[in-house]
């Protein structure tokens, strides 16, 4: 899942302004070995500040409606409110990724539920009391799929996200990365972002845009713990460490 940031105040540095730029950055994601487009016009960095619904969907609507027509890849909005997954669902958007896993506004579930589409539900452990990492994991993606259950989304449509960065330490996402696998038992798809994060900054000591290798080897440990998709920055590299990690985990290439 290649990241399209249509938002100036990215943590990682990598928005872009204005729709042809985020055409641009989508046709390179998928020229480079993409599978989905992810757009988002928000920053969800820690500390941010939300902007308006209205501004929101100012800067991904027509990004997605351009997106969409350029590249023949699902794309998905980064969004957590109904009012700006709506209009991104009209622009064409083909599935939604929830920071929130419906928590923090349930009309995206129902609009889920109507619209027929997937959805990534993700545990946000912000404003959270800490347990055990896996647990509160757990508890956190229970409680979305029991939203998502009760506003009729079936369960196949639902991919789910343990929450990378999103108010952990970073000895609390590396923990979380190795015990993967203990999510595997939910029967479902499991999506991580560790792009660029924090706790790569915290362990490699490198600011945002120099953290390459070391989100280099978390996608591969996340892929060897059972991921199926990881939400990258830089496309072409990882897209590499995915086919290889792929190859060792799961097999099936053939040369």
Partial sequence: MAIVNVSPDSFSGDGVSGVDAAVRRAEEAAEQGADLID?????TRPGFEEIGAEEEIRRVAPAI???VRAVDLPVSVDAYRAPVVAAALDAGAHLVN???GFRDDPGVAALVASRGVPAVIMHNQRGRDFHDVVGDIRAGLEASLLLAREAGIPRERLIVDPGFGFGWTPEQSLEMLRRLGEL??????????????????????KPPGDRLWGTAATVAVAIANGVDIVRVHDVSPMVQVCRMADAIVRGGWSG
């Avoid at 757009?39 to 920053?43: E, K, L, P, V």
């Avoid at 038992?185 to 490699?204: F, M, N, Q, W």
Wanted: aromatic share 4%.
């Fill in 39 to 43: 757009i988002g016009g928000q920053s």
């Fill in 65 to 67: 409606e351009r997106v």
């Fill in 98 to 100: 929830d920071i929130w």
């Fill in 184 to 205: 595997k038992d939910l029967g479902l798809p499991i999506l991580v972002g560790t792009s660029r994060k924090g706790a790569i900054g915290a362990v490699l000591d």
